[in-house]
């Protein structure tokens, strides 16, 4: 069975950082590509950030571009958002995704986490 587990969302105050951490279990991790979604109270779920099986390419929303990074750990089964100079309209419900046959796009997703919360005060 295949889990996908967030952690490290929180409250932090406009131009903090957080990182958040999408541990894997019951797949193949490394050869997994691996994906970030957000949700806003009221919008729909959105892309913010991709990387492939084995790092070397990594996908970003315009949105984020040059503040957030996204990184991996085949070892430790985990992939990692790093976010810095939060801004109060990246407060969401974010959501780890695996084994996607695109990157960009929910539907091409098939595994999916609980999300976790992030949220910016201005």
């Known amino acids: 069975q295949v889990q996908l587990v967030e952690s490290g969302g929180g409250l932090v105050q406009a131009g903090d950082s957080l990182r958040l951490s999408c541990a894997a279990s019951?797949?193949?991790?490394?050869?997994?590509?691996m994906g970030w979604f957000r949700q806003a109270p009221g919008k729909e779920r959105e892309f913010v950030a991709a990387i492939s099986w084995s790092g070397s390419t990594t996908y970003y929303a315009d949105s984020v571009k040059g503040r957030f990074t996204i990184s991996r750990d085949n070892a430790k089964n985990t992939v990692y958002l790093q976010m810095n100079s939060l801004k109060p309209e990246d407060t969401a419900v974010y959501y780890c995704?695996?084994?996607?046959?695109?990157?960009?796009?929910?539907?091409?997703?098939?595994?999916w986490g609980q999300g976790t919360q992030a949220t910016v005060s201005s």
């Open positions: 995704a695996a084994n996607p046959t695109g990157y960009h796009k929910e539907h091409e997703y098939t595994y």
């Open positions: 019951g797949l193949t991790f490394s050869t997994y590509g």
